[in-house]
C-alpha cells in the first residue's frame, strides 16, 4: 500500500522557518511528480509547489513565491518544502502530493501536517 507521510509542520512564530518532509514508498519514486497543497481553515486546497519527475520546480502560489523552495531527494525517497519568511496567512495544513509522471492514474496525497504561525 503507497504511503506519504508528512512531517515537519508545527507551531512557528511570523519571520520564523519551517522545513517540511513527505516520505513515500513509491517505487520508484523518481517517476512521480511531487506537490505540495494547503488548506486553510473554510478555504479550498490550493496548490504550492511542485517538482516533476525530471526535476522542474515551480511555486504556484504567488503569495509565497520567493519564499519557498521545493526539492526532492530520490534516493530517500522523500520531497521537501522549505518555507521562510512565514506569515500568519500562511496557517494552514500542508499536504505532500505524489503523481506517476505517466500514468497520471497513479495519484497519492498525504494525511497532511499542520502549520501554525503565530506569535
Known amino acids: 500500500q503507497v504511503q506519504l507521510v508528512e512531517s515537519g509542520g508545527g507551531l512557528v512564530q511570523p519571520g520564523g522557518s519551517l522545513r517540511l518532509s513527505c516520505a513515500g514508498n513509491?517505487?520508484?519514486?523518481?517517476?512521480?511528480?511531487m506537490s505540495w497543497h494547503r488548506q486553510a481553515p473554510g478555504k479550498e486546497r490550493e496548490l504550492v509547489a511542485e517538482?516533476?519527475?525530471?526535476?522542474?520546480?515551480?511555486v504556484q502560489l504567488h503569495s509565497l513565491k520567493g519564499r519557498v523552495t521545493i526539492s526532492r531527494d530520490n534516493a530517500k525517497k522523500a520531497s521537501y518544502l522549505q518555507m521562510n519568511t512565514l506569515k500568519p496567512d500562511d496557517t494552514a495544513v500542508y499536504y505532500c502530493?505524489?503523481?506517476?509522471?505517466?500514468?497520471?492514474?497513479?495519484?497519492?496525497w498525504g494525511q497532511g501536517t499542520q502549520v501554525t504561525v503565530s506569535s
Open positions: 502530493h505524489a503523481q506517476h509522471w505517466k500514468n497520471v492514474g497513479l495519484d497519492y
Open positions: 513509491l517505487n520508484p519514486f523518481s517517476s512521480y511528480t
Open positions: 517538482i516533476t519527475a525530471f526535476g522542474v520546480t515551480s
